[in-house]
């Protein structure tokens, strides 16, 4: 299993971000894609969770109405756009499958 995360770096808060997560080495249409971040100095926390058939999604309490996340099960990536970001969306994001993890994208707001 491999997951690779793209698309972090610095935003201004208010801003917005899209990161993307490209897997391979398992049946990605099969599986239930999860977005995990840790802060820092934090326990990492879930974020977000879609279906197999991107049919049902989830969200973290503290990201419900500013993140969307989506699925390309022909392109095998997952994608977390983020809107409206607060200085406490700071963290190091990180794709998940099954037990399996990505190396993480990091993600900083701040002015």
């Known amino acids: 299993v491999q997951l690779v995360e793209s698309g972090g770096g610095l935003v201004q808060p208010g801003g917005s971000l899209r990161l993307s997560c490209a897997a391979s080495?398992?049946?990605?249409?099969?599986?239930?894609m999860k977005w995990y971040r840790q802060p820092p100095g934090k326990e990492r926390e879930w974020v977000a969770a879609?279906?197999?058939?991107?049919?049902?999604?989830n969200y973290g309490s503290s990201v419900k109405g500013r993140f969307t996340i989506s699925r390309d099960n022909a392109k095998n990536t997952v994608d977390l756009q983020m809107n409206s970001l607060k200085p406490e969306d700071t963290a190091v994001y990180y794709c998940?499958?099954?037990?399996?993890w990505g190396q993480g994208t990091q993600v900083t707001v701040s002015s």
């Open positions: 998940y499958v099954a037990g399996n």
């Open positions: 080495g398992f049946t990605f249409s099969s599986n239930v």
């Open positions: 879609i279906s197999s058939d991107g049919g049902t999604t």
